[in-house]
C-alpha cells in the first residue's frame, strides 16, 4: 500500500513537474475536539460569543456557551472565530486545471442537450486549484459541467479526498441549464455590431428543450424498447430527488424559465445567475424560487445601471425575503477561492454580516439539499469547519489557523504556499 | 423596338452635346443649337446670400449667360414662365461613392498575412494613393435620378476602400450626355481613412492607433522621397506626391476620429476637411479648436421601437439620447461657426436626404448656412468657380421647386444640369380636379374628381346611385372606365385635358358604339385642411459631459475643501494620522494638521472616516478605443494616447471605487507594443484632458505565451518561442543604436517613428513596462536591457517574479502584479497570491495592478490580499495601490500620498480602505470632485426619468408613424491585454 502511495505521488510530480500533487487527505477523526473561546459564527443568522464547540466521529455533538463541557483534544481558540465549511456553488472544480490549456479541461462536452453527462466522473480530487479553496474556508463545493443548453449533472464534493468516490457527499444532486437570452451579442470579430440585438432563435431552442423534457417525462424504461440515457438522467427532476438549476438573467428569461419547468412539471428549481431578478422578486416568491445569485465582484450589467448594483442584488433578494446564495460559474475557476469575499461585498451594501455569511453556508446548503448535514455549527450536523483568526468575510482578515472536513484536521498548506515557503526559504539562507 | 428607342435617344445625345464639334460626324450634317433659354418671373437663389425675386435667368450652352430682375431676353430665346416657382443652385455632395461600387470584402480565414501583396507601392498595401476613382467609374442612372431628386447636382467620388484611398473624381449627375462634358475633374481630392482595405489582407495596422501611426510615417516618408532620398520607385508615394495640391478628405466617421484626423493633419502639413460621424455636437468646443472643414452626415438615428419594457431595458440612455439629439448635429456644428458641409452619405436610402435635411432645419439649422454648406463651401474647398451659384459664366445645374426647399410642404419640379433639365414632377400639369356634369347620349351623370393633382381619383353617379369607376391621368391624357351595371357592361372614355373647365372626349358605349362625352366643372376642387402637427418645436434633452449615463451637465469645477477630523492614511514615512484634517486648496493638498482653519472653503465632516490619496492602476486597458496592435511583432510607433476614449463607463466605475490615476497600456500581443497613456480619470473631460501634462514616457513590452501566439492558432509570426523573444529585443535595439548613430552623424536619413521611441528607450527618456510571467523571461529582458545600457522600469503581471526577487532588486526594476490570479494559463500555473510580499522583502517596489475593468475598481481589496497571503503590513499593502505604483510610473511628485504640495487627488471612505466593507464617498482629483456617493444617488434617479421620458416620445414618434428599429444594446468590448483589437 505504501509502495503504491508512493509511485503515484511519483507519477503525479512527474506529470505536473512540481513539489508534489496534493496535500495528502486527513485521515478519519478518531478523538474527540472540542474548541473554545471562539466567537461562533452558526451560519443560520446567529453568534455564540465565547463558545465551546464539540466534535466526535465527525459530527458535531455540542455547542454552546463557554460553560458547555469540553470533551478530547482542546484548541483554545480565544480571539479567533469558528465558522461552518463555505460551501461553492456551480463550480468546475476538478474538470479543468489550466483553462488555456485543452488538455487539462473535461468540463464541456459536446452537444446541446446532455443531462446523462456526469461531473462527477471528471472531478480530480487532486487538484491544486481545489486544494487552493481551502485556506480561504471553502470546504464544499457543487461541481457540474458546463456549456450547452442542457450541461449535464452536477454532484457536491467535500474537498480533502483520495477519489471522487470519497470525495462526493451527494450523488447526482441537480442537472444544469443554460437557459438562452432574448437578446444576442453581434459576433464582433466577423464584422457584426459587439452589441446585443434581439435572438431570433430564442423561442426555437426553448422549443426544443421542451419537446425533450415532454418526452422525458413519459419515458417509461420498462415500456421502452432501447434505452434512452438523456431521458433516464432526467427522472430525478419529476419526482423530486433532483434539482434544476438554470441559469437566466434578464426578467423576460427568468419568467420563461421558471414557467416552463413549472409547466413541465418540475418539482424544484433554482435559479442561476438573475441580474434582474430584483425586477421579478413577487414573482419568485410566488414559486419559492430559491436564487444563486452571480458573484458580487461583476461590472453592472449595463452603462445605465447603479454601479453597486452587483454588489447590492443578494441584499435586495434577501430582504425581500427570497433563499439566496451566491456563486460564480461565469469566472476562472480559481477566482471560487474568493467566495467569502463576494459574501463580504454584500455587508458595505447594509446586508447583516451574520446574514451575509448565511448566503455561503445554510443557505447555499439548502439549496443544495444537504442542509440536514451542512451549512450551520449545530448538533448532529458534519464537523465541516474552520477556524479563522480574524473576520473570514473580509480579506484582510480572512486568515485559517484550522480546518475540518467531517471532522477530519485537513492540511491548510498548498502548491502555492509550499512555492511560497521554498521561495522565501532561498532568500533567507535557510 | 427597344434597340429603336436606344437608337433615338444615341442621336438626341450627339445633337445637343456640347463640346465635341472635333468629332466626325457620318450620320448627317452638323448641327448647332446657339439658342438662349430664359427662365422668368421666378425667385432665384443666386447664391445662399443674393437672393432675386421675379428674376429671369438666362442660360446658354450649358452656361449661366444671366440672371437678375433686370434681364434683356434675347430673341433666339426658349421662354418659360416661373412664375411662383424658386430656384435653386444645384448640391454638392463632397463625399459620395457614385457610380464606383465600393469592394466588397472576400472574407478569408484566420491566417495573418504580415508582409505586402504589391511590388513597386508602398510597403503597406492599405496605402493605396494610386488608385484613381474614374478608373472604375461608370454612370449610373438609376443612383443620379435618385440624387437629383434630393437636389443633388454635382458629387465628388471616389473608392472608398483602405486607409489612403486615392483620388476622387468631381461628376455632373446629368443623364443626358457623356463623360465628355459630366466629369468635371478626374483627380479632384485625395481620401483617406482609419479603415482597412476591405479586399487586402495585411495584418498591419489592425488597430486605430496603428493606422494613425502608418499614416504620419507615410506622409512622412512622402515628404523624404520628393526630396530623392530613395533609391527604389514607390508608385504609391509617388501618386500622393502629385497629387498634393488637391483637396485633402477624411473619413473619420465620430467626433474623436475628426479629433485624430486633425492631428495627423497638422502634423503632416494637410488640412483634411473631415467626415465626421452625426456626433460632433457632443465636443463641439474641440471640434471647432481643430479648425477643419466638416463634412455631415444627415443619417440620424431611427427611434427604438420600446412598447416592450423588457426590450427596452436594453437600450442604453446614451443611444436614446443620440436618436434625441443628433438631428440638432448640422445646427450645432453651424451655430459654432465651423465651416461645414453636408453630405448624403451615410443615409440608407439617399431618398431620406432632403427629409432629414429639413428636419435638421426643424432642429435649428439655419436656412442660409444650410444653403452655403451645400453649395458655394463645397464648391469653395473644391476650388471651383464654376458650380455652387448661378452667377453668369457659372455651370446651369440648378433646382426648380415649388418654394421653399427647406420646407417639408415643398415640391421638387426639375433638376437642370449643365442646361439640360430632367423633369422630376410635371410643374405644368392641368390640375383637372372639381365636381363636373358629365354628358353623353342624353344621359347626364355626377362626376367627381379629387386626390393630388398628378394622381386623381374619379367618383360617378347618377341620381345619387354610385356607378364604379377608374380614371388614369397620364401626359395629360384622362382615361376613365364606368361600369353601368343595367346597361350591361363598360363605358371607356378618352379625353385630352386642355383646359380647367370642361373635359371633352370620346366615349365606347357598352355595345361598341363610339360617341362623344363633355364633363362641364360645377365646383371648384376643395383641398381639405391639413393636419396642423408642423410648427412645435422638437424638445431636446441637455447634453452632458460626457454626453451618456452619469455624464455631469456642468463640468465639475474644483472647491477648496477641508476634511475635518479623519483618519488619514498618507502613504507617506508620517503614516496614519488619526483625527486630523487636510486642506485642500487650489486643487493641491495645502495643510495637513490638527485644528486647522477652514478659510473659504468648504468643510466636510470626515470624523469616522478614512481619508486617502486616490488609488493609482499601473495596467489598465478602460477608456480605450483599442489595445493592441498585432500586425508586427513590434509596434513602438503607436501611442495609446491618440486612443484615449473619455466617455468610456469605466472611468465612473473606477472613480466610485477610489481610483484617480492609471497607465492604459499596449495589450500583449507583440514583444515591443506600443507607448502608454498616462491619465487622471478626469469624468468629463476631453479626451487630452485626461492625460498627464509633461507625462513620463512609458512603453509595453510583452514576453511568454501571448507574444509567442501560443493560444491562439498563428504560427508564421516571429517569434514563436522565448529564445526567438530575445533576439526580436537583441535586433531591435542594436538597429536603434545604428539608427541614432546615423542620425547623430547628420547623413541624410529616412524617419522612422518606431526606431525613434527605440532610441528613447536606449536613453533612459522612455521607460519599458514589460508584461511578463515566469522567471526565465523576466531574467532574461534585464539582461537585454543592462547589455544595451538601460534599466527595465517595471515588470508588469510578474507572476513568478517571487522566484527571482533578488535579481530584481538588483537590476532596480519594480514588480506590479496581480494579487490572486493563476491557473488560466500555462505560464500562470506557478503564480502564488504571496507574490507582492516576497518582491516586497526582497526590496522591489510592488504594486497591485488589475488589468480588469471589474477589478480596477476595487483595488483597495486587492492591495488588502497582500495582508493575507504573505502577511504584509496594512501600511505596505495600502501603498501598493498609492505610492508605489506613482513611484514606478514616475508621478510620485504629483500624487500617490498625501503630503503638502501635491495634487488633491483623494478618496474618502466610510470605513477602513482594506476592508471590503469600505465604499469611496467622495472621490476627487486636483480639488474636483469626480464622484460623489450623494450626487450619484440623484444621477441614478435623473438617469430613470430621462430614460422614461424618452421611451415616452418614441412611442409617440412611432403611434404617428415614424420607422422604429429593434431595440439593441451598443457594446463596447471589454478590453483586457490579451484582446485583439
Known sequence: MKHIKIAILTLAWVVTGTLVAQQTPASPQTEAISVTGATAHIGNGSVIENATLVFENGKITAIGGADTPTKGKLIDASGQHVYPGFIANCTSLGLVEIDAVRATDDQDEIGDIIPHIRSLIAYNAESKVVESMRPNGILLAQVSPKGGFVSGTSSVMQLDAWNWEDAVVKTDDAVHVNWPSSFRRGRWWMGEDPGLKPNANYQRDIAAFKTFMENAKVYKPELARQQNRPFEATQGLFNGTQKLFVTANGEKEIIDAVTTAKQLGVKEVVLVGGAQAHKVIDFLKKHSIPVLVEATHQLPPSDDADYDQPYKLPKLLADAGLLVSIQNADAANFQNRNLPFYAGQVVGQGMDKETALSLITLNAAKILGIDGEFGSLEVGKSATLFISQGDALDMRTNQLSAAFIQGRSISLETHQTELWKRYMGKFEGK | MKF????????????????????????????????????????????????????????????????????????????????????????????????????KSSGGGRGSQYDPSREGFYWNDHIMPENNAIDAFSFNNKEAKELMSQGFGVVNTHLQDGIARGSGALIALNPEQTDAQ??????????????????????????????????????????????????????????????????????????????????????????FTILGGGDAYEDIASIKAANAPIIVPLNFPVAYDVEDPFQASYVSLEDMRAWNQAPMNPAAIAAAGIPFTLTAHGLKSKKDFLKNLQKAVQYGLDKTKALAALTTTPASLLG?????????????????????????????????????????????????????????????????????????????????????????????????????????????????ATQANEISGKIVLVNGTESLFTATKTEAFKEKDKKASAGTAPEIMPVTYPNVGYGYAQRPTAENTLFKNATVWTSEAAGILEQTDVLVKNGKISKIGKDLSAGNAKVIDATGKHLTAGIIDEHSHIALKAVNEGGQNSSAEVNMEDVVDPEHMGIYRDLAGGVTSMQLLHGSANPIGGRSAIIKLKWGAPAKELIYENSPKFIKFALGENVKQSNWQSYSRFPQTRMGVEQMFVNYFQRAKEYEALKKS????????????????????????????????????????????????????????????????????????????????????????????????????????????????????EAAKTVKYGGMSEEEAWKMVTINPAKLLHIDHRVGSIAVGKDADLVLWNTHPLSVYAKSEKTMIEGVTYFDIETDKAQRAAIEKERNTLIQMMIADKKNGAPTQAPKRSMKVELHCDTEL
Not at chain 2, 46 to 60: G, M, Y
Not at chain 2, 416 to 423: A, F, S, V
Open chain 2, 746 to 861: 547628420k547623413q541624410p536619413y529616412r524617419y522612422d517613428e518606431e526606431m525613434e521611441v527605440l532610441v528613447e528607450i536606449l536613453n533612459g527618456e522612455r521607460f519599458i513596462s514589460a508584461h511578463s510571467y515566469v522567471q526565465s523571461e523576466i531574467n532574461m529582458l534585464m539582461k537585454v536591457a543592462e547589455q544595451f545600457g538601460f534599466r527595465v522600469n517595471t515588470f508588469t503581471h510578474i507572476l513568478e517574479g517571487y522566484k527571482v526577487a533578488d535579481k530584481m532588486a538588483e537590476h532596480g526594476v519594480g514588480g506590479s502584479t496581480f494579487s490572486d490570479w493563476w491557473a488560466y494559463k500555462y505560464e500562470v500555473n506557478d503564480a502564488i497570491p504571496y507574490n507582492a510580499a516576497i518582491m516586497h522583502s526582497q526590496g522591489v517596489t510592488v504594486a497591485i495592478n488589475s488589468d480588469d475593468a471589474e477589478m480596477s475598481r476595487r483595488l483597495n481589496q
Open chain 2, 384 to 496: 471651383r468657380s464654376d458650380i455652387g451659384h448661378l452667377k453668369a459664366g457659372a455651370q446651369a445645374n440648378f433646382i426648380v421647386s415649388s418654394g421653399d426647399i427647406f420646407e417639408s410642404d415643398n415640391t421638387i419640379y426639375e433638376h437642370w444640369i449643365q442646361g439640360t433639365k430632367n423633369i422630376l414632377k410635371d410643374k405644368d400639369i392641368l390640375d383637372i380636379r372639381g365636381s363636373y356634369r358629365l354628358s353623353f347620349e342624353g344621359r347626364n351623370l355626377d362626376l367627381k374628381i379629387s386626390g393630388s393633382v398628378e394622381k386623381p381619383a374619379a367618383k360617378i353617379s347618377e341620381d345619387s346611385t354610385a356607378l364604379a369607376t377608374t380614371l388614369k391621368y397620364k401626359e395629360g391624357w384622362i382615361h376613365m372606365v364606368i361600369t353601368d351595371q343595367e346597361a350591361g357592361g363598360k363605358y371607356r372614355m378618352s379625353a385630352l
Open chain 2, 4 to 103: 429603336k428607342n436606344l437608337f433615338l435617344g444615341l442621336c438626341f445625345v450627339s445633337v445637343t452635346a456640347m463640346g465635341q464639334d472635333y468629332f466626325p460626324k457620318n450620320d448627317g450634317v452638323k448641327v448647332t443649337n446657339n439658342n438662349y433659354t430664359a427662365l422668368t418671373n421666378a425667385r432665384v437663389y443666386v447664391s445662399p446670400t443674393q437672393i432675386i425675386d421675379n428674376a429671369t435667368l438666362l442660360i446658354k450652352e450649358g452656361k449661366v449667360v444671366s440672371v437678375g430682375a433686370q434681364v434683356d431676353i434675347p430673341l433666339q430665346a426658349v421662354v418659360t414662365d416661373l412664375k411662383g416657382k424658386t430656384i435653386y443652385p444645384s448640391f454638392i455632395d463632397l463625399y459620395s461613392d457614385f457610380g464606383v461600387n465600393t469592394p
Open chain 2, 182 to 271: 459630366r466629369i468635371l475633374a478626374s483627380r479632384s481630392a485625395q481620401y483617406f481613412s482609419f479603415n482597412k482595405s476591405r479586399i487586402k489582407k495585411q495584418s498591419y495596422p489592425g488597430s486605430l492607433m496603428g493606422s494613425m501611426a502608418l499614416l504620419r510615417q507615410f506622409f512622412s516618408d512622402a515628404a523624404w522621397y520628393a526630396g530623392g532620398n530613395s533609391n527604389t520607385r514607390d508608385r504609391s508615394i509617388e501618386a500622393f506626391n502629385a497629387n498634393k495640391n488637391s483637396l485633402a478628405i477624411f473619413d473619420a466617421s465620430d467626433k474623436g476620429n475628426i479629433l485624430r484626423a486633425d492631428q495627423i493633419g497638422d502634423q503632416a502639413n494637410i488640412r
